[in-house]
C-alpha cells in the first residue's frame, strides 16, 4: 500500500486550551509522520483563501472568523491510508457525535469549534498541504 499525505490543523480554540502537545502524541501515537510542521496566525483573507471550497455556504464567515481568531499548528502527516485513519482518529465533525477517545471527542467544544481539520480525500490531503508548505519546509 502507497503512503498517503493528509493535511492535519489544530485550530485555535485547541492551541488555546494548550491541547497542541496531547493532540500532537495523539497523531504520533497512532503511526503518522509529521513531514512539515508549524504555527502560524492566519489573516481572514488567508483562512477565506484555505476555505474557498465553501465560500457559497451559510458557515463561512463565522469559519473564517474563528480560524482567523487565534493561532494554528499545521502539519503534513503521512502514512499508508493516511487520510482515513487521520478521520477515524480525530472523529465526526460534530464533537458530540465522535467516539469515544477521538480528538474531538476530548477537545472539540461544538460542530464549529471542533478543535482540529482532516484532509477529506487524498487529492485534498496533496492540494490542501500545498497551501500551508513549500518543499523547503518537508523532511524526507
Known amino acids: 500500500m502507497k503512503k498517503e499525505i493528509t493535511l492535519a490543523i489544530i485550530k485555535p480554540n485547541a492551541t488555546e486550551k494548550k491541547a497542541t502537545g496531547k493532540i500532537i502524541d495523539m497523531i504520533l501515537e497512532a503511526g503518522f509522520e509529521i513531514k512539515a510542521m508549524k504555527m502560524l496566525h492566519l489573516t481572514k483573507k488567508e483562512a ?8 457559497d455556504k451559510p458557515f463561512f464567515n463565522d469559519l473564517t472568523d474563528f480560524m482567523s481568531s487565534g493561532p494554528i499548528v499545521v502539519m503534513a502527516l503521512e502514512k499508508e491510508n493516511a487520510v482515513e485513519d487521520y478521520r477515524k482518529l480525530i472523529g465526526a465533525t460534530n464533537p458530540a457525535e465522535a467516539a469515544e477517545g477521538t480528538v474531538r471527542k476530548l477537545f472539540g467544544e461544538n460542530i464549529e469549534r471542533n478543535a482540529v481539520h482532516g484532509s477529506d480525500s487524498p487529492e ?8 500551508f ?3 523547503l519546509e518537508f523532511v524526507n
Open 133 to 135: 508548505f513549500s518543499n
Open 48 to 55: 477565506e483563501g484555505f476555505y474557498e471550497v465553501h465560500k
Open 124 to 131: 485534498n490531503g496533496i492540494k490542501e498541504v500545498g497551501y
